[in-house]
Protein backbone atom coordinates (compact mmCIF):
# COMPACT_ATOMS: atom_id res chain seq x y z
CA UNK A 1 0.00 0.00 0.00
CA UNK A 2 1.36 3.66 -0.27
CA UNK A 3 2.70 4.59 2.99
CA UNK A 4 4.39 7.66 1.72
CA UNK A 5 3.62 10.63 -0.12
CA UNK A 6 6.14 13.67 -1.14
CA UNK A 7 5.30 16.71 -3.33
CA UNK A 8 7.81 19.35 -3.31
CA UNK A 9 7.56 22.04 -5.42
CA UNK A 10 4.26 21.32 -7.28
CA UNK A 11 1.75 23.48 -8.74
CA UNK A 12 1.12 25.61 -5.52
CA UNK A 13 1.97 23.23 -2.91
CA UNK A 14 5.32 24.04 -1.92
CA UNK A 15 6.28 21.33 0.74
CA UNK A 16 3.91 18.57 1.53
CA UNK A 17 5.06 15.16 3.28
CA UNK A 18 2.23 12.69 3.93
CA UNK A 19 1.73 9.19 5.73
CA UNK A 20 -0.34 7.11 5.07
CA UNK A 21 -2.46 3.76 6.79
CA UNK A 22 -3.76 1.01 5.44
CA UNK A 23 -7.95 1.38 5.45
CA UNK A 24 -9.93 4.04 3.88
CA UNK A 25 -8.66 7.56 4.23
CA UNK A 26 -11.22 10.25 3.24
CA UNK A 27 -9.47 13.58 1.62
CA UNK A 28 -12.06 16.55 2.07
CA UNK A 29 -11.65 20.74 1.81
CA UNK A 30 -12.67 23.47 0.30
CA UNK A 31 -12.81 23.64 -3.35
CA UNK A 32 -9.75 24.87 -5.09
CA UNK A 33 -7.67 23.79 -1.85
CA UNK A 34 -5.95 21.22 -3.82
CA UNK A 35 -7.10 17.97 -3.11
CA UNK A 36 -6.80 17.25 -6.55
CA UNK A 37 -3.46 18.17 -7.01
CA UNK A 38 -2.29 15.62 -4.46
CA UNK A 39 -4.01 13.00 -6.57
CA UNK A 40 -2.60 14.64 -9.82
CA UNK A 41 0.77 14.68 -8.02
CA UNK A 42 0.49 11.37 -7.15
CA UNK A 43 -0.35 10.32 -10.74
CA UNK A 44 3.63 11.42 -11.88
CA UNK A 45 5.02 9.26 -10.54
CA UNK A 46 2.78 6.40 -11.67
CA UNK A 47 3.81 7.71 -15.31
CA UNK A 48 1.46 10.24 -16.04
CA UNK A 49 2.26 13.24 -18.60
CA UNK A 50 3.48 16.22 -17.12
CA UNK A 51 4.68 20.06 -18.84
CA UNK A 52 6.43 22.46 -17.07
CA UNK A 53 3.44 24.27 -15.74
CA UNK A 54 3.16 21.90 -13.34
CA UNK A 55 6.23 23.25 -11.44
CA UNK A 56 5.51 26.13 -8.58
CA UNK A 57 6.13 29.61 -9.91
CA UNK A 58 9.92 30.74 -9.07
CA UNK A 59 10.87 27.09 -8.26
CA UNK A 60 13.80 25.07 -10.97
CA UNK A 61 11.95 21.80 -10.44
CA UNK A 62 8.90 19.75 -9.36
CA UNK A 63 9.75 16.52 -6.67
CA UNK A 64 7.15 14.38 -6.25
CA UNK A 65 8.35 11.02 -4.37
CA UNK A 66 6.01 8.12 -3.72
CA UNK A 67 6.52 5.03 -0.98
CA UNK A 68 4.92 1.66 -1.02
CA UNK A 69 4.81 -1.34 1.64
CA UNK A 70 5.18 -4.24 -1.67
CA UNK A 71 5.95 -7.00 1.02
CA UNK A 72 2.50 -8.54 0.31
CA UNK A 73 2.33 -7.78 -3.18
CA UNK A 74 4.22 -10.87 -4.71
CA UNK A 75 3.71 -9.34 -8.60
CA UNK A 76 5.26 -6.70 -7.66
CA UNK A 77 8.16 -7.77 -6.12
CA UNK A 78 8.79 -10.05 -9.17
CA UNK A 79 8.46 -7.48 -11.33
CA UNK A 80 10.91 -5.61 -9.81
CA UNK A 81 13.69 -8.53 -9.10
CA UNK A 82 13.01 -9.67 -13.25
CA UNK A 83 14.78 -6.00 -13.66
CA UNK A 84 17.42 -6.09 -11.00
CA UNK A 85 15.26 -3.14 -9.80
CA UNK A 86 14.39 -4.55 -6.12
CA UNK A 87 15.86 -3.53 -2.65
CA UNK A 88 14.71 -4.14 1.42
CA UNK A 89 11.79 -1.84 2.66
CA UNK A 90 9.48 0.25 0.55
CA UNK A 91 9.48 0.70 -2.89
CA UNK A 92 9.85 4.25 -3.76
CA UNK A 93 8.80 5.91 -7.30
CA UNK A 94 10.44 9.19 -7.68
CA UNK A 95 9.22 11.79 -10.98
CA UNK A 96 11.59 14.82 -11.39
CA UNK A 97 9.65 17.85 -13.72
CA UNK A 98 12.48 20.75 -14.40
CA UNK A 99 10.99 24.41 -15.09
CA UNK A 100 12.40 24.06 -18.88
CA UNK A 101 9.87 20.96 -19.17
CA UNK A 102 12.28 17.61 -18.94
CA UNK A 103 11.37 14.67 -16.92
CA UNK A 104 12.84 12.02 -15.34
CA UNK A 105 11.29 8.65 -13.62
CA UNK A 106 13.23 6.89 -11.14
CA UNK A 107 12.32 3.26 -9.75
CA UNK A 108 14.51 2.69 -5.92
CA UNK A 109 16.88 5.17 -7.10
CA UNK A 110 17.58 3.96 -10.81
CA UNK A 111 16.49 6.18 -13.84
CA UNK A 112 14.03 4.71 -15.55
CA UNK A 113 11.20 5.49 -18.67
CA UNK A 114 7.84 6.56 -18.02
CA UNK A 115 6.94 3.16 -19.45
CA UNK A 116 8.32 1.62 -15.98
CA UNK A 117 6.65 3.68 -13.91
CA UNK A 118 3.23 3.18 -15.34
CA UNK A 119 4.04 -0.74 -15.58
CA UNK A 120 4.61 -1.43 -11.85
CA UNK A 121 2.06 1.62 -10.69
CA UNK A 122 -0.45 -0.62 -12.28
CA UNK A 123 0.77 -3.03 -9.75
CA UNK A 124 0.58 -0.87 -7.08
CA UNK A 125 -2.70 1.69 -6.97
CA UNK A 126 -5.55 2.04 -9.28
CA UNK A 127 -7.15 5.73 -9.64
CA UNK A 128 -10.54 6.19 -10.00
CA UNK A 129 -11.41 9.85 -11.66
CA UNK A 130 -14.06 11.74 -11.20
CA UNK A 131 -14.50 11.94 -14.61
CA UNK A 132 -14.90 8.27 -15.02
CA UNK A 133 -18.58 7.85 -15.18
CA UNK A 134 -18.31 9.30 -18.82
CA UNK A 135 -16.30 7.01 -20.12
CA UNK A 136 -18.85 4.46 -19.38
CA UNK A 137 -20.26 5.46 -22.64
CA UNK A 138 -17.91 4.10 -24.51
CA UNK A 139 -17.61 0.43 -26.04
CA UNK A 140 -13.80 -0.19 -24.95
CA UNK A 141 -14.73 0.67 -21.08
CA UNK A 142 -17.24 -1.76 -21.08
CA UNK A 143 -14.88 -4.45 -22.38
CA UNK A 144 -12.19 -3.24 -20.05
CA UNK A 145 -14.60 -3.25 -17.45
CA UNK A 146 -16.06 -6.79 -18.29
CA UNK A 147 -12.24 -7.78 -17.79
CA UNK A 148 -10.88 -6.52 -15.01
CA UNK A 149 -14.02 -8.32 -13.06
CA UNK A 150 -13.21 -11.41 -14.90
CA UNK A 151 -9.97 -11.41 -13.78
CA UNK A 152 -8.41 -11.64 -17.68
CA UNK A 153 -6.77 -8.59 -18.23
CA UNK A 154 -3.53 -10.51 -19.37
CA UNK A 155 -5.49 -13.26 -21.74
CA UNK A 156 -7.03 -9.69 -23.46
CA UNK A 157 -3.53 -8.48 -23.95
CA UNK A 158 -2.45 -11.99 -25.56
CA UNK A 159 -5.72 -11.70 -27.78
CA UNK A 160 -4.58 -8.13 -28.93
CA UNK A 161 -1.30 -9.14 -29.16
CA UNK A 162 -2.07 -12.29 -31.30
CA UNK A 163 -4.47 -10.28 -33.65
CA UNK A 164 -1.53 -7.94 -34.19
CA UNK A 165 1.07 -10.03 -35.29
CA UNK A 166 -1.78 -12.05 -37.85
CA UNK A 167 -1.98 -8.25 -39.15
CA UNK A 168 1.70 -7.59 -39.58
CA UNK A 169 1.86 -11.51 -41.10
CA UNK A 170 -0.40 -10.77 -43.30
CA UNK A 171 0.72 -7.58 -44.47
CA UNK A 172 4.42 -8.35 -45.13
CA UNK A 173 2.52 -11.57 -47.18
CA UNK A 174 0.43 -9.78 -49.20
CA UNK A 175 3.00 -7.21 -50.18
CA UNK A 176 5.47 -10.24 -51.63
CA UNK A 177 2.60 -11.61 -52.73
CA UNK A 178 1.71 -8.34 -54.78
CA UNK A 179 4.94 -8.14 -56.50
CA UNK A 180 4.76 -12.16 -57.66
CA UNK A 181 4.51 -11.84 -60.95
CA UNK A 182 7.03 -8.90 -61.17
CA UNK A 183 9.58 -11.17 -59.58
CA UNK A 184 8.96 -13.71 -61.38
CA UNK A 185 9.94 -12.13 -64.19
CA UNK A 186 12.71 -10.92 -62.57
CA UNK A 187 13.63 -14.70 -61.62
CA UNK A 188 13.29 -15.53 -65.10
CA UNK A 189 15.28 -13.03 -66.45
CA UNK A 190 18.16 -13.23 -63.75
CA UNK A 191 18.16 -16.98 -64.48
CA UNK A 192 18.68 -16.68 -68.09
CA UNK A 193 21.56 -14.23 -67.99
CA UNK A 194 23.67 -16.34 -64.95
CA UNK A 195 22.94 -19.18 -67.34
CA UNK A 196 24.49 -17.26 -70.28
CA UNK A 197 27.56 -16.06 -67.89
CA UNK A 198 28.02 -19.76 -66.74
CA UNK A 199 28.21 -21.11 -70.17
CA UNK A 200 30.56 -18.62 -71.08
CA UNK A 201 32.71 -19.44 -67.78
CA UNK A 202 34.83 -16.40 -67.76
CA UNK A 203 38.42 -17.49 -65.51
CA UNK A 204 39.92 -15.68 -63.28
CA UNK A 205 42.20 -12.78 -65.28
CA UNK A 206 41.40 -15.05 -68.55
CA UNK A 207 40.68 -12.13 -70.52
CA UNK A 208 43.88 -10.00 -69.67
CA UNK A 209 46.34 -13.32 -70.88
CA UNK A 210 43.83 -13.70 -73.32
CA UNK A 211 44.25 -10.38 -74.98
CA UNK A 212 48.17 -10.68 -74.53
CA UNK A 213 48.25 -13.41 -76.39
CA UNK A 214 45.88 -12.55 -79.20
CA UNK A 215 48.48 -9.29 -79.40
CA UNK A 216 51.72 -11.41 -79.44
CA UNK A 217 49.94 -13.73 -82.72
CA UNK A 218 48.60 -10.76 -84.18
CA UNK A 219 52.39 -9.23 -84.01
CA UNK A 220 53.84 -12.46 -84.96
CA UNK A 221 56.23 -11.51 -87.95
CA UNK A 222 57.21 -8.34 -86.66
CA UNK A 223 57.95 -10.11 -82.99
CA UNK A 224 59.83 -13.04 -84.19
CA UNK A 225 61.74 -10.56 -86.41
CA UNK A 226 62.42 -8.28 -84.13
CA UNK A 227 64.32 -11.26 -81.79
CA UNK A 228 66.27 -12.37 -84.48
CA UNK A 229 67.34 -8.75 -84.97
CA UNK A 230 68.50 -8.79 -81.42
CA UNK A 231 70.17 -12.02 -81.34
CA UNK A 232 72.54 -11.05 -84.05
CA UNK A 233 73.30 -8.24 -82.75
CA UNK A 234 74.08 -9.98 -79.13
CA UNK A 235 75.74 -12.48 -80.07
CA UNK A 236 75.67 -13.38 -84.45
CA UNK A 237 76.81 -10.65 -85.96
CA UNK A 238 80.03 -11.10 -88.11
CA UNK A 239 80.38 -7.41 -88.23
CA UNK A 240 80.88 -7.26 -84.39
CA UNK A 241 78.04 -7.80 -81.66
CA UNK A 242 77.72 -7.34 -77.99
CA UNK A 243 79.27 -10.15 -76.76
CA UNK A 244 82.19 -10.11 -78.61
CA UNK A 245 83.01 -6.38 -77.54
CA UNK A 246 82.68 -7.45 -74.29
CA UNK A 247 84.41 -10.18 -74.36
CA UNK A 248 87.69 -8.21 -75.94
CA UNK A 249 86.66 -5.22 -73.79
CA UNK A 250 87.63 -7.43 -70.31
CA UNK A 251 90.68 -9.35 -72.51
CA UNK A 252 91.84 -5.83 -72.62
CA UNK A 253 91.76 -4.48 -69.48
CA UNK A 254 93.00 -8.17 -68.06
CA UNK A 255 96.28 -7.63 -69.48
CA UNK A 256 97.06 -4.95 -67.26
CA UNK A 257 98.19 -6.50 -64.28
CA UNK A 258 98.01 -4.38 -60.36
CA UNK A 259 95.74 -1.93 -62.41
CA UNK A 260 93.76 1.32 -60.03
CA UNK A 261 90.44 0.39 -58.50
CA UNK A 262 88.75 2.12 -60.64
CA UNK A 263 89.55 -0.30 -63.28
CA UNK A 264 88.89 -3.66 -61.95
CA UNK A 265 85.34 -2.01 -60.63
CA UNK A 266 84.59 -0.95 -64.22
CA UNK A 267 86.12 -4.68 -65.36
CA UNK A 268 83.55 -6.41 -62.71
CA UNK A 269 80.81 -4.21 -64.61
CA UNK A 270 81.40 -5.71 -67.71
CA UNK A 271 81.88 -8.92 -66.79
CA UNK A 272 78.70 -8.48 -65.03
CA UNK A 273 77.04 -7.11 -68.67
CA UNK A 274 78.19 -10.16 -70.80
CA UNK A 275 76.60 -12.72 -68.03
CA UNK A 276 72.95 -10.75 -68.75
CA UNK A 277 73.11 -10.59 -72.17
CA UNK A 278 74.12 -14.10 -72.70
CA UNK A 279 70.95 -14.62 -70.28
CA UNK A 280 68.79 -12.34 -72.50
CA UNK A 281 70.58 -14.37 -76.10
CA UNK A 282 69.64 -17.66 -73.94
CA UNK A 283 65.56 -16.47 -73.10
CA UNK A 284 64.90 -14.72 -77.02
CA UNK A 285 66.25 -18.21 -78.31
CA UNK A 286 63.59 -20.21 -76.39
CA UNK A 287 60.95 -17.83 -76.91
CA UNK A 288 61.75 -18.28 -80.87
CA UNK A 289 61.79 -22.02 -80.17
CA UNK A 290 58.48 -22.40 -78.26
CA UNK A 291 56.76 -19.89 -80.10
CA UNK A 292 53.60 -21.53 -82.04
CA UNK A 293 52.26 -18.67 -85.14
CA UNK A 294 49.68 -20.95 -85.30
CA UNK A 295 46.67 -19.41 -87.43
CA UNK A 296 43.86 -21.72 -85.95
CA UNK A 297 44.96 -20.84 -82.52
CA UNK A 298 44.45 -17.04 -83.23
CA UNK A 299 40.70 -17.80 -84.79
CA UNK A 300 40.07 -19.08 -81.66
CA UNK A 301 41.51 -16.18 -79.45
CA UNK A 302 39.55 -14.20 -81.42
CA UNK A 303 36.45 -15.98 -81.05
CA UNK A 304 36.66 -16.40 -77.61
CA UNK A 305 37.20 -12.61 -77.38
CA UNK A 306 34.57 -11.60 -79.57
CA UNK A 307 32.47 -14.07 -77.18
CA UNK A 308 33.49 -11.92 -73.78
CA UNK A 309 32.92 -8.20 -75.79
CA UNK A 310 29.37 -9.57 -77.02
CA UNK A 311 28.14 -10.30 -73.73
CA UNK A 312 29.72 -7.71 -72.15
CA UNK A 313 28.29 -5.47 -74.62
CA UNK A 314 24.61 -7.20 -74.00
CA UNK A 315 24.98 -5.83 -70.21
CA UNK A 316 26.20 -2.44 -71.15
CA UNK A 317 29.58 -3.29 -69.21
CA UNK A 318 33.24 -3.06 -69.40
CA UNK A 319 34.29 -7.06 -70.22
CA UNK A 320 36.71 -6.76 -67.20
CA UNK A 321 33.24 -6.09 -64.89
CA UNK A 322 31.55 -9.76 -66.33
CA UNK A 323 32.77 -11.49 -63.22
CA UNK A 324 31.54 -8.74 -60.79
CA UNK A 325 28.11 -8.74 -62.82
CA UNK A 326 27.84 -12.39 -62.26
CA UNK A 327 28.21 -12.20 -58.55
CA UNK A 328 26.09 -9.33 -58.45
CA UNK A 329 23.26 -11.02 -60.28
CA UNK A 330 23.94 -14.28 -58.70
CA UNK A 331 23.01 -12.33 -55.19
CA UNK A 332 20.14 -10.48 -56.11
CA UNK A 333 18.79 -14.09 -57.53
CA UNK A 334 19.49 -15.27 -54.55
CA UNK A 335 17.21 -12.62 -52.54
CA UNK A 336 14.44 -13.60 -54.67
CA UNK A 337 14.46 -16.93 -54.33
CA UNK A 338 15.06 -15.95 -50.35
CA UNK A 339 11.16 -14.30 -50.85
CA UNK A 340 9.87 -17.01 -52.07
CA UNK A 341 11.19 -18.93 -49.12
CA UNK A 342 9.47 -15.99 -47.28
CA UNK A 343 6.18 -16.40 -48.55
CA UNK A 344 6.01 -19.80 -47.67
CA UNK A 345 7.27 -19.09 -44.15
CA UNK A 346 4.80 -16.45 -43.57
CA UNK A 347 2.21 -18.42 -45.04
CA UNK A 348 3.45 -21.12 -41.93
CA UNK A 349 3.06 -18.01 -39.40
CA UNK A 350 -0.20 -16.54 -40.85
CA UNK A 351 -1.81 -19.74 -39.96
CA UNK A 352 0.25 -20.63 -37.05
CA UNK A 353 -1.05 -16.77 -35.72
CA UNK A 354 -4.74 -17.82 -36.25
CA UNK A 355 -4.61 -20.58 -34.86
CA UNK A 356 -2.99 -19.31 -31.20
CA UNK A 357 -4.95 -16.22 -31.70
CA UNK A 358 -8.38 -18.71 -31.85
CA UNK A 359 -7.22 -20.51 -29.25
CA UNK A 360 -6.58 -17.30 -26.56
CA UNK A 361 -9.70 -15.52 -27.95
CA UNK A 362 -12.24 -18.57 -27.69
CA UNK A 363 -10.57 -18.82 -23.94
CA UNK A 364 -11.40 -14.92 -23.37
CA UNK A 365 -14.76 -15.49 -24.69
CA UNK A 366 -15.35 -18.18 -22.33
CA UNK A 367 -14.30 -16.55 -19.62
CA UNK A 368 -16.01 -13.44 -20.34
CA UNK A 369 -19.44 -15.49 -20.64
CA UNK A 370 -18.64 -17.03 -16.89
CA UNK A 371 -18.45 -13.37 -16.17
CA UNK A 372 -20.84 -10.87 -17.90
CA UNK A 373 -24.44 -12.38 -15.99
CA UNK A 374 -22.24 -12.50 -12.50
CA UNK A 375 -21.37 -8.81 -12.60
CA UNK A 376 -24.61 -7.70 -13.86
CA UNK A 377 -26.17 -9.12 -11.38
CA UNK A 378 -23.73 -7.89 -9.06
CA UNK A 379 -24.34 -4.23 -10.57
CA UNK A 380 -28.16 -4.71 -10.46
CA UNK A 381 -28.46 -5.09 -6.87
CA UNK A 382 -25.61 -2.20 -6.02
CA UNK A 383 -28.05 0.01 -7.90
CA UNK A 384 -30.73 -0.87 -5.92
CA UNK A 385 -28.73 0.25 -2.88
CA UNK A 386 -27.66 3.41 -4.81
CA UNK A 387 -31.24 4.97 -5.06
CA UNK A 388 -32.05 3.03 -8.33
CA UNK A 389 -34.93 0.49 -6.99
CA UNK A 390 -36.35 -1.37 -9.90
CA UNK A 391 -33.24 -0.73 -12.11
CA UNK A 392 -32.11 -3.49 -14.41
CA UNK A 393 -28.56 -4.38 -15.72
CA UNK A 394 -27.33 -6.62 -18.37
CA UNK A 395 -24.51 -7.21 -20.40
CA UNK A 396 -25.00 -8.61 -23.99
CA UNK A 397 -21.64 -10.15 -26.16
CA UNK A 398 -22.37 -9.71 -29.72
CA UNK A 399 -20.52 -11.97 -32.35
CA UNK A 400 -17.99 -9.62 -34.24
CA UNK A 401 -18.71 -10.29 -38.26
CA UNK A 402 -15.13 -9.88 -39.08
CA UNK A 403 -13.64 -12.41 -41.47
CA UNK A 404 -10.32 -11.82 -39.78
CA UNK A 405 -8.55 -11.99 -36.03
CA UNK A 406 -10.10 -8.51 -34.05
CA UNK A 407 -7.69 -7.15 -30.97
CA UNK A 408 -10.21 -6.77 -28.77
CA UNK A 409 -11.72 -10.56 -29.35
CA UNK A 410 -14.38 -12.37 -31.11
CA UNK A 411 -17.21 -10.45 -29.40
CA UNK A 412 -18.32 -7.01 -28.96
CA UNK A 413 -19.27 -6.41 -25.15
CA UNK A 414 -22.04 -3.80 -24.59
CA UNK A 415 -23.52 -2.62 -21.21
CA UNK A 416 -27.78 -2.22 -20.97
CA UNK A 417 -29.40 -0.60 -18.40
CA UNK A 418 -33.39 0.00 -17.57
CA UNK A 419 -33.29 2.82 -14.66
CA UNK A 420 -36.54 2.58 -13.99
CA UNK A 421 -39.27 -0.11 -13.84
CA UNK A 422 -40.91 -1.12 -16.59
CA UNK A 423 -38.40 0.49 -19.33
CA UNK A 424 -37.16 -1.10 -21.49
CA UNK A 425 -33.18 -1.89 -21.43
CA UNK A 426 -31.12 0.24 -23.65
CA UNK A 427 -27.47 1.26 -24.67
CA UNK A 428 -26.19 3.41 -21.36
CA UNK A 429 -25.75 6.36 -23.44
CA UNK A 430 -29.89 6.43 -24.31
CA UNK A 431 -30.96 6.03 -20.99
CA UNK A 432 -29.25 7.07 -17.79
CA UNK A 433 -28.86 10.37 -16.69
CA UNK A 434 -26.19 12.08 -15.41
CA UNK A 435 -26.64 11.21 -11.49
CA UNK A 436 -27.98 7.89 -12.60
CA UNK A 437 -24.74 7.08 -14.63
CA UNK A 438 -22.42 8.14 -11.84
CA UNK A 439 -24.69 5.68 -9.33
CA UNK A 440 -23.77 2.97 -12.23
CA UNK A 441 -20.58 4.07 -12.96
CA UNK A 442 -19.86 3.50 -8.96
CA UNK A 443 -21.78 0.28 -8.34
CA UNK A 444 -19.20 -1.30 -11.22
CA UNK A 445 -16.11 0.16 -10.21
CA UNK A 446 -17.02 -1.03 -6.16
CA UNK A 447 -17.85 -4.72 -7.29
CA UNK A 448 -14.50 -4.53 -10.03
CA UNK A 449 -12.42 -3.13 -6.82
CA UNK A 450 -13.41 -6.14 -4.93
CA UNK A 451 -12.10 -8.60 -7.75
CA UNK A 452 -8.78 -6.22 -8.03
CA UNK A 453 -5.60 -7.73 -6.90
CA UNK A 454 -4.51 -4.09 -6.52
CA UNK A 455 -4.40 -2.71 -3.02
CA UNK A 456 -4.44 0.69 -3.02
CA UNK A 457 -7.77 2.18 -4.43
CA UNK A 458 -7.77 6.18 -5.02
CA UNK A 459 -11.49 7.82 -5.76
CA UNK A 460 -11.55 11.35 -6.74
CA UNK A 461 -15.12 12.87 -6.14
CA UNK A 462 -16.83 9.92 -7.78
CA UNK A 463 -19.54 10.37 -5.55
CA UNK A 464 -20.81 13.21 -7.65
CA UNK A 465 -24.24 14.08 -8.58
CA UNK A 466 -25.48 11.54 -5.40
CA UNK A 467 -26.41 12.89 -1.95
CA UNK A 468 -29.43 11.74 0.89
CA UNK A 469 -29.35 8.31 2.28
CA UNK A 470 -27.70 6.77 -0.97
CA UNK A 471 -24.31 9.31 -0.22
CA UNK A 472 -24.16 7.10 3.02
CA UNK A 473 -24.70 3.60 1.86
CA UNK A 474 -21.54 4.80 -1.03
CA UNK A 475 -19.70 5.33 1.93
CA UNK A 476 -20.30 2.32 3.42
CA UNK A 477 -19.00 0.62 0.15
CA UNK A 478 -16.21 2.70 0.20
CA UNK A 479 -15.28 1.75 3.66
CA UNK A 480 -16.21 -2.16 3.03
CA UNK A 481 -13.25 -1.59 0.57
CA UNK A 482 -11.03 0.24 2.80
CA UNK A 483 -11.72 -2.60 5.44
CA UNK A 484 -9.59 -5.26 2.98
CA UNK A 485 -6.93 -2.99 1.56
CA UNK A 486 -6.51 0.94 1.38
CA UNK A 487 -8.76 3.41 0.04
CA UNK A 488 -7.98 7.29 -0.56
CA UNK A 489 -11.51 8.93 -1.28
CA UNK A 490 -11.51 12.93 -2.01
CA UNK A 491 -15.07 13.88 -1.49
CA UNK A 492 -17.18 16.50 -0.70
CA UNK A 493 -20.37 14.60 1.13
CA UNK A 494 -20.60 14.32 5.42
CA UNK A 495 -22.03 10.92 4.49
CA UNK A 496 -18.70 9.59 2.73
CA UNK A 497 -16.39 11.44 5.20
CA UNK A 498 -17.86 10.37 8.11
CA UNK A 499 -17.15 6.57 7.00
CA UNK A 500 -13.56 6.98 6.42
CA UNK A 501 -10.84 4.96 9.10
CA UNK A 502 -8.74 8.39 8.68
CA UNK A 503 -9.55 11.53 7.79
CA UNK A 504 -6.96 14.33 5.61
CA UNK A 505 -7.96 17.45 5.71
CA UNK A 506 -6.60 19.96 2.63
CA UNK A 507 -6.56 23.58 3.21
CA UNK A 508 -4.58 26.67 2.32
CA UNK A 509 -2.23 28.57 3.98
CA UNK A 510 -1.90 31.95 3.59
CA UNK A 511 1.77 33.49 4.27
CA UNK A 512 2.95 37.21 3.70
CA UNK A 513 4.18 36.48 0.14
CA UNK A 514 2.92 32.99 -0.89
CA UNK A 515 0.08 30.49 -0.81
CA UNK A 516 0.70 27.08 -0.04
CA UNK A 517 -1.53 23.96 0.30
CA UNK A 518 -1.58 22.04 3.71
CA UNK A 519 -2.81 18.77 4.58
CA UNK A 520 -3.56 17.77 8.49
CA UNK A 521 -4.28 14.47 10.07
CA UNK A 522 -7.29 15.22 12.09
CA UNK A 523 -8.08 14.40 15.41
CA UNK A 524 -11.37 12.64 16.50
CA UNK A 525 -12.66 15.95 17.70
CA UNK A 526 -11.31 18.27 14.68
CA UNK A 527 -12.94 15.17 12.25
CA UNK A 528 -15.87 16.00 14.11
CA UNK A 529 -15.86 19.61 13.35
CA UNK A 530 -15.02 19.31 9.35
CA UNK A 531 -17.83 16.88 8.86
CA UNK A 532 -20.28 19.25 10.81
CA UNK A 533 -19.06 22.06 8.56
CA UNK A 534 -19.81 19.94 5.52
CA UNK A 535 -23.32 19.25 6.70
CA UNK A 536 -23.45 22.90 7.84
CA UNK A 537 -21.18 25.47 6.56
CA UNK A 538 -19.08 28.24 8.27
CA UNK A 539 -20.82 28.51 11.37
CA UNK A 540 -20.61 25.37 13.43
CA UNK A 541 -23.58 24.66 16.14
CA UNK A 542 -24.34 22.01 18.41
CA UNK A 543 -27.06 20.76 16.52
CA UNK A 544 -24.60 20.12 13.87
CA UNK A 545 -21.66 19.06 15.97
CA UNK A 546 -23.73 16.84 17.47
CA UNK A 547 -25.37 15.60 14.08
CA UNK A 548 -21.46 15.10 12.92
CA UNK A 549 -20.55 13.25 15.97
CA UNK A 550 -23.45 10.70 15.33
CA UNK A 551 -22.51 10.19 11.86
CA UNK A 552 -19.21 8.94 12.98
CA UNK A 553 -20.17 6.71 15.99
CA UNK A 554 -22.78 5.04 13.15
CA UNK A 555 -20.13 4.56 10.89
CA UNK A 556 -17.72 3.52 13.79
CA UNK A 557 -20.36 0.91 14.75
Known sequence: MLVHLSVHNYAIVEHLDLELDGGMSVISGETGAGKSIMLDALGLTLGDRADSGVVRPGADKADILASFDISDI???????AERDLQQDGPCILRRVITAEGRSRGYINGTPCPLGDLKALGELLIDIHSQHEHQSLLKAETHRRLLDEFAGCQDLARQVQLAAQRWKQTRSELTRIANIGDEQRARHQLLSYQLEELDNLGLGQNELEQLEQ????????????????????????????NVLSALTASLNRLGSFKGQPGALTEAANMLGSAQIQVEEAVGELNRFLDHFDADPERLQILEERLDAIYTLARKHRTQPQELEALQQQLFEELESLNADDQAVERLTEELASYERHYQEKALELS??????????????EAEMQTLGMPGGRFSITLQANQLDEPHPNGMEHVEFLVSANPGQPMKALA????????????????????????????????????IGGPTAEVVGQLLRRLGERGQVLTVTHLPQVAAQGHHHLFVHKARGSDATRTAVSNLSEAQRVEEIARMLGGVDLTEESLAHARQMVSSAQA
Request: one cysteine or more; aromatic letters at 4%; a negative charge.
Open 74 to 80: SEAKAWL
Open 213 to 240: EHKNLTNAESLLSACRQVIDFCSESDSG
Open 366 to 379: NRRAESANKLAVAA
Open 430 to 465: KVASGGELSRISLAIQVITAQTSRVPTLVFDEVDVG
